[in-house]
């Protein structure tokens, strides 16, 4: 009944006890006076109750043997799709503006973050494209095979949800961890869609004229000394994508868009202590290292100018 008080107790810095009696009825599916006692704490909460109330108001004040508290979104049926997971996304985002002011994340990944790239349609397209394509795949077993690829369907729902998701990005200050081989995965993306002819060599070579304007703009970002968004090269191999707010709140990418929260005090401490290190060893490329950053930014040049045109060579012959 102790951890119970607490919760309860940290429940009450936000919501009134009428307030808590209220959504306790729906969030645990009993009559007003069961909640009314739970929130009393002349009855306690059971171990169902006690996940169910703090992955809903994400209040971890205690800790049962070595369990990791954990939302897993994708799981439940009405979000096994794109727009409801940002929307989720959005959710968390306005409740850490909400709570932090200007919070800070940390990003890790070896993929263009997404909130990049919402200038560059043609570039979005894909990515939503193929995330969309997976998750049929993942959740209907009568899908066989990809349908081709179409800029005229602009992922309208898609591309609003990620625009309100990047604009509450900006309220954050971001420190993002890009590898040096940030490109490698959608030119394998590209390289295997050829092959299915669900992209042709023209959508190909479009995509290649905004991964131009891409580069010259990211060298922008870089380069301002006023932006929130700070970025370092770093060369561990992590296939993840990973990233934290205030060191309170982890989010583990599994299969884009697909991802998973953890709110424990413990993951999050040692999620933060492998961020400080991998800052430790970047190499950081905004407002300083001019030399440094515009070298990087040619290889990344080379590296783009060089697929494309085996791509092309490869398709004419």
């Known amino acids: 009944m102790e951890l119970q008080k607490k919760l309860i107790s940290e429940l009450q810095l936000k919501f009134s006890r009428s307030q808590l009696v209220k959504q306790f009825v729906g969030l645990l599916d009993i009559s007003q006076s069961a909640a009314y006692n739970k929130v009393n704490c002349t009855s306690e909460l059971t171990l169902s109750e006690y996940s169910k109330v703090s992955t809903h108001y994400r209040v971890h004040t205690f800790e049962i043997g070595s369990i990791i508290s954990a939302d897993f979104p994708f799981l439940l049926e009405k979000n096994r799709d794109f727009k409801d997971l940002v929307k989720l996304l959005i959710d968390d985002y306005r409740m850490y503006i909400s709570d932090y002011g200007t919070p800070k994340l940390r990003y890790f990944t070896n993929l263009i973050p997404m909130h990049l790239l919402i200038n560059y349609p043609k570039i979005f397209q894909f990515i939503v494209f193929v995330w969309l394509e997976n998750l049929d795949s993942q959740y209907n077993t009568s ?106 709140h982890s989010y583990i990418v599994m299969n884009n ?18 961020f400080d290190q991998i800052e430790g060893r970047s190499i950081p490329i905004s407002n300083i290292n001019e030399k440094v950053r515009r070298g990087i930014i040619k290889n990344m040049k080379n590296s783009s100018e060089k697929f494309f045109k085996k791509v092309e060579l490869l398709n004419e012959a």
Do not use: A, G
């Open 143 to 248: 899908f066989k095979q990809y349908d081709k690829i179409d800029f005229n369907d602009f992922y309208k729902e898609e591309y609003e949800n990620f625009r309100i998701l990047t604009n509450l990005y900006n309220h954050c200050e971001i420190h993002t961890y890009l590898s040096p081989n940030i490109f490698q995965t959608y030119f394998k993306l590209l390289e295997y869609h050829l092959e299915l002819d669900t992209i042709d060599l023209e959508q190909v070579m479009e995509i290649k004229e905004e991964f131009k304007i891409f580069l010259n703009d990211f060298e922008k970002i870089c380069q301002d000394k006023d932006t929130s968004n700070k970025f370092y090269i770093h060369e561990l191999s992590v296939n993840s994508v990973i990233f934290q707010v205030e060191s309170k």
């Open 257 to 274: 868009p697909i991802y998973f929260r953890v709110e424990n005090e413990d993951f999050n401490h040692y999620i933060k202590k492998w």
